[in-house]
Structures are given as C-alpha cells and as structure tokens.
C-alpha cells in the first residue's frame, strides 16, 4: 500500500523561506504526477505546484509562480515544495498528492485526478 507523509511545516514571519517534504513508501514515486494541494482557512482546497514526465515538466498557481519551487529526488522517494518569499496568504496545511493508479488525461489542477493523499502540514506566515 503506497503512503505519503508530508513534513517541514511550521511558523514563520513573512518574507521567510520553508522546505516541505513528502516522503512516499510502498513504492518508488519515480513514475507518478505529484501535487501539491493546500487549503487556507475557510476555503476550499487548492492546486499549488505539480512536477511530472520524468521531472521534465512543473507547473504552478499563479499566486506562487516564481516563489514556489516542486522537485522531486528519485533516490529518497521524496518530493519537495521549496517556499520562498512567503505571505500571509500563504497560510494554509498543504497536502502532497500523487496519481498513482490512474491513466490517461486528467485535469492536473483537480483533486479528483489524485488517488493517494498525505495528512497534510500546517504552514502559519504572520505579518
């Protein structure tokens, strides 16, 4: 049975950095599209960041283009969600997800497309 297990999350002031990991067990993540979800308080979850095709392809949220940074190490059987110039608004518990069962085309930024889930981190940015 594949699970995943988020971690890094914490407190921190805006303009600070953090590092999330999600490590995955049962078997290798070399092959899956991996997501990043996170859901703020009150509002419904939300794609982040996915990292797919051999890593040769990353996306994001608009709201983190350019401080986000997904990657993965085959070796560690882990993902990463590198968190630069953080906001407020970034609060949320973020989610790492994989689709590791499913085939064909699927809408990337839907929480539908994923089959396998970790329990989610909490990340607080104070002002």
């Known amino acids: 049975q594949v699970q995943l297990l988020e971690s890094g999350g914490g407190s921190v002031q805006a303009g600070g950095s953090l590092r999330l990991s999600c490590g995955a067990s049962?078997?290798?993540?070399?092959?899956?599209?991996m997501v990043w979800f996170r859901q703020a308080p009150g509002k419904e979850r939300e794609f982040a960041a996915i990292?797919?095709?051999?890593?040769?392809?990353?996306y994001y949220q608009d709201s983190v283009q350019g401080r986000f940074t997904i990657s993965k190490d085959n070796a560690k059987n882990t993902l990463y969600l590198q968190m630069n110039s953080l906001k407020p608004e970034d609060t949320a518990v973020y989610y790492c997800?994989?689709?590791?069962?499913?085939?064909?085309?699927?809408?990337?930024?839907?929480?539908?497309?994923?089959?396998?889930w970790g329990h989610g981190t909490q990340v607080t940015v104070s002002s």
């Open positions: 049962g078997r290798s993540l070399e092959t899956w599209p």
């Open positions: 990292i797919v095709n051999d890593d040769r392809f990353t």
């Open positions: 997800a994989a689709r590791v069962y499913g085939s064909g085309n699927y809408d990337f930024t839907a929480e539908g497309a994923y089959d396998t």
